[in-house]
């Protein structure tokens, strides 16, 4: 008989086959005997680790349990003879397997023989190669269970470092700079991760990678938990700088397991893992590429693994740490954005209202950030707005500068709630640029001045967001923002567009071309999906309505997350009158993001085209704040022309007229 609990809660006959544990109530028997090592557990902690409010026939519930667990695994037991397994002894159950039948038991005791010995390298591997996922995957919501998870998964952590150090004493170990980059990756915490990279990566002859690695690591030490690396990561810098002696392999164990970084797991830590990424992810608006993608892959996954620690702090270090500046009302990836969103309030919701401020204001202005206006429902909007507020009213009060740019973002993200609220969008840009200037915050006084960009576009006033796009772009030489001129280039194409409809203006043909060197340079930037999906199409159609004339009918054309209010004017384009008066009627209303003011007046106009009155007056009464605003401006990325014109079109529909 074996039992595996590194993973979901298992039992296997000697010949491999499974045994029929029965139910959630049975395994969780089982589980809770194989954590108690041997030892005796008594009935009455048995029923306190099974149910939160015991029934009251819960004992009797327990024997039933433990009799039928008797029967699946000791199925040949002759009647009437004391079970040899799971034993009944004084006031409650031991169960008694040999050590090494119980996974867990013999992964423990590989971890103590590698601590002593590198002889027992072999036996660490088979123990580490044991885990299926996380112990005692499913036995959910019990206590005691998350308990030995936290517990087994340091341990597990433990082994995979040991391990690294132990190949690494040996003269091998290059062949491990994969494995150690996602061990970092996932546990950026770690500070002996990190030298052992580094160490591998020396091993592998990338001294220069090696120092890179310290680097990051003293970077993220230090700017992001507060503290200075240990003695350890400094002496290994100095070492692979002078190619010391102690860089080559130990010749006996005792030394490699003893010299050396101590086994720490730091209670706090924000980070993704290697600066390169760090770097991308917190330029999240201004950078692309593939890094991108990989980046918000690994901050969930930094997350997610914080949370398996069981540290409350350190998982709202981790979460809160992805201070990336962030632009667009529409997320790249909603379900991911969706699950830091869940994850930041479970740890919101444990560390409770007289958390540590900065760590609730950090979490607060996470949920802000991420719940993207057009990607989240009414009742989720509320919250995130409110969780805005409540993380820049956090800041103040602590006075952290990069803390405040942090939470203005996420006010910034929640200031789309109706259209016309360029002014106000200007006034958080305008701070923000303040605060990122005086305290050198330079990622977030690119995004300022993007900000500022934006709302001086939706405004109308061309001259003052292209003094804001040069200086954006002045910024992003220094701080690499590769996004900034693909954005810039959007907007320079859509002043082009805009001032083709003046007299002596360039000409449409231009204005078109323009934003087709724009669109291929977008296309060209991996992981936008959110940005970069039917903008193309929809500003060709602005074009073409700046010069009064049909919607384009391409069939070729992505119009993405504007089809269902492009489509009643392709429809119109396409002479099918009627089937564009359905489309109108099943349109939604524009959610509140970047576009909305643009989607209000392609509402209007297609109400007006086909002389739907009630239709219009919705319109019109949405866009009358934004009378004095620019359609699609905000997004400081093309144009519809004035506001004024399709509120005009839609007041006139609605009167009658």
């Known amino acids: 008989m074996r039992i595996d609990v590194l993973g979901a809660v298992r039992a296997l006959r000697d010949d491999g086959t499974p045994v029929d544990l029965g139910g959630p109530r049975h395994r969780e028997v089982l589980a809770r005997l194989v954590a108690a090592g041997g030892r005796l557990v008594a009935t009455d902690t048995l029923v306190d680790d099974l149910w939160a409010e015991p029934p009251v026939r819960a004992v009797g519930a327990l024997r039933t349990f433990v009799a039928a667990l008797r029967r699946a695994i000791e199925p040949d037991r002759p009647p009437r003879t004391p079970p040899r397994i799971l034993v009944t002894e004084g006031p409650g159950y031991v169960l008694r397997l040999p050590r090494d039948d119980v996974d867990v038991h013999r992964f423990e005791d590989a971890l ?31 206590a005691w269970a998350q308990r030995e998870r936290t517990r087994l998964e340091e341990l597990r952590l433990e082994g995979v470092e040991l391990r690294a150090r132990l190949l690494l004493d040996s003269g091998s170990g290059a062949e491990l700079v994969a494995e150690l980059g996602a061990h970092v990756t996932e546990h950026p915490w770690r500070e002996p991760a990190w030298g052992l990279l580094a160490r591998a990566l020396h091993r592998a002859g990338r001294q220069a990678d090696a120092l890179a690695t310290l680097r990051r690591a003293r970077t993220m030490l230090a700017d992001q938990l507060g503290l200075d690396p240990g003695a350890d990561l400094r002496r290994l810098e100095t070492d692979i700088l002078h190619g010391a002696t102690t860089l080559q392999p130990t010749s006996t164990a005792s030394t490699a397991c003893t010299a050396g970084t101590a086994w720490t797991t730091w209670p706090a830590g924000v980070r993704l893992g ?61 379900v991911q954005s969706r699950a830091v969103v869940a994850a930041a309030e479970r740890t919101l919701t444990a560390l409770g209202p007289d958390g540590p401020a900065e760590l609730r204001a950090r979490l607060l202005a996470t949920v802000a950030v991420e719940s993207r206006s057009a990607d989240v429902s009414g009742t989720e909007r509320g919250r995130a707005g409110q969780a805005a507020r409540e993380a820049e009213a956090l800041a103040r009060e602590l006075g952290d500068p990069a803390l405040l740019v942090f939470a203005l973002n996420g006010v910034f993200l929640q200031s789309f709630t109706r259209p016309g609220l360029a002014a106000a969008r200007d006034a958080i840009g305008i701070e923000m640029l303040d605060l990122a200037t005086r305290h050198e915050l330079s990622n977030f ?161 297609a109400a007006a085209r086909l002389g739907e009155r009630p239709v219009a007056a919705r319109a019109a009464t949405a866009l009358r704040p934004a009378r004095t605003e620019h359609a699609g401006g905000a997004s400081g990325l093309l ?6 014109r399709y509120l005009a079109e839609a007041e006139a529909c609605a009167r009658g007229r």
């Open 639 to 644: 144009t519809l022309g004035p506001v004024a």
């Open 274 to 334: 290697p600066r390169t990424t760090v770097e991308l992810a917190r330029t999240l608006a201004l950078a692309g590429g593939d890094a991108l993608v990989h980046s918000r892959r690994d901050r969930l996954a930094a997350a997610r693994a914080a949370e398996r620690t069981g540290d409350i702090a350190l998982t709202a270090r981790v979460i809160g740490a992805y201070d990336v500046p962030a632009l667009w009302s529409r997320a790249d990836d909603p």
């Open 112 to 142: 103590a023989r590698a601590r002593r010995t590198p002889d027992a390298l072999t036996g660490l591997d088979a123990a580490l190669a044991a885990w299926r996922g996380l112990a005692y995957a499913d036995v959910t919501g019990s």
């Open 445 to 605: 006084a690119v995004l300022g001045r993007l900000i500022r960009l934006q709302s001086a576009s939706a405004l109308g006033d061309l001259h003052a967001a292209t003094a804001h796009a040069e200086a954006a772009e002045l910024l992003a030489v220094s701080t690499e923002a590769s996004l900034v001129p693909v954005l810039t280039g959007w907007f320079r194409a859509r002043a082009t567009a805009a001032r083709s409809a003046e007299p002596g203006g360039p000409t449409a043909a231009t204005a078109a071309a323009q934003y087709r060197v724009a669109e291929d340079a977008l296309a060209g930037t991996a992981g936008m999906p959110g940005l970069h999906r039917g903008l193309f199409a929809l500003a060709l159609l602005g074009l073409r309505l700046l010069h009064d004339r049909p919607a384009p009918t391409d069939s070729a054309l992505d119009w993405g997350p504007y089809c269902p209010w492009t489509q009643p004017l392709v429809l119109l384009a396409r002479n099918r009158a009627e089937e564009a008066r359905t489309a109108l009627a099943r349109a939604p209303e524009p959610p509140p993001d970047h576009m909305q003011e643009a989607l209000w007046c392609l509402t209007a106009h």
